[in-house]
T-cell receptor, first 114, second 111 residues
Framework: DVKVTQSSRYLVKRTGEKVFLECVQDMDHENMFWYRQDPGLGLRLIYFSYDVKMKEKGDIPEGYSVSREKKERFSLILESASTNQTSMYLC?????????????FGPGTRLTVL | SQQGEEDPQALSIQEGENATMNCSYKTSINNLQWYRQNSGRGLVHLILIRSNEREKHSGRLRVTLDTSKKSSSLLITASRAADTASYFCATDAQSDYKLSFGAGTTVTVRA
């Protein structure tokens, strides 16, 4: 059974803290994505990676960075957390080179920044 | 940027009734996908329809695609309480692997 796991389901951090969100997939997928989800706004792409050490900005990269040192792991970093980064964060992965670019999602991390 | 827009934003139906939701998008696509999200969880892929297809079925799901109107609909027949969830359409207009999601339709099925 294919799986995308995220390091935490719930996380509470203080303003100014550095926050790491980890995502691991076991499907040998080339592509990995980080989204944030807010009520009424749907999913917005923060960053994605199409290969190890490769990354591209999504629609809302400000205040975030990412790291992909290994194919199976994609980390989202909030350098200095702020209250407006309180949100649900979803990681996803997909395979390159197929007609069907279905994405597989992790369970999400609900981050609260106080 | 959001490519898909779902309509309605929310839908409440009785168990056994059908639920229909629509998705409109702005630019040409290769395919359109529908995903389901149960409360507080990740998204699960439901069905994909290619741009050269007009209708597709999967169990109690029926998806239509009208590329001339840039719109798609998802029909859930004989709804069950377990169908209570948010439903999102996703299009791939921007690249071969990026998807653009709409804001979703929240469906509540009353027992």
């Amino acid at each position: 059974d294919v799986k995308v796991t995220q390091s935490s389901r719930y996380l509470v951090k203080r303003t100014g803290e550095k926050v790491f969100l980890e995502c691991v997939q076991d499907m040998d997928h080339e592509n990995m994505f980080w989204y944030r989800q807010d009520p009424g706004l749907g999913l917005r792409l923060i960053y994605f990676s199409y290969d190890v050490k490769m990354k591209e900005k999504g629609d809302i990269p400000e205040g975030y960075s990412v790291s992909r040192e290994k194919k199976e792991r994609f980390s989202l970093i909030l350098e200095s957390a702020s209250t407006n980064q309180t949100s649900m964060y979803l990681c996803a992965s997909s395979r390159t080179g197929t007609t069907y670019n279905e994405q597989f999602f992790g369970p999400g991390t609900r981050l609260t920044v106080l | 940027s959001q490519q898909g827009e779902e309509d309605p934003q929310a839908l409440s139906i009785q168990e056994g009734e059908n639920a229909t939701m629509n998705c409109s998008y702005k630019t040409s696509i290769n395919n359109l996908q529908w995903y389901r999200q149960n409360s507080g969880r990740g998204l699960v892929h439901l069905i994909l329809i290619r741009s050269n297809e007009r209708e597709k079925h999967s169990g109690r799901l029926r998806v239509t695609l009208d590329t001339s109107k840039k719109s798609s609909s998802l029909l859930i027949t004989a709804s069950r309480a377990a169908d209570t969830a948010s439903y999102f359409c996703a299009t791939d207009a921007q690249s071969d692997y990026k998807l653009s999601f709409g804001a979703g339709t929240t469906v509540t099925v009353r027992a």
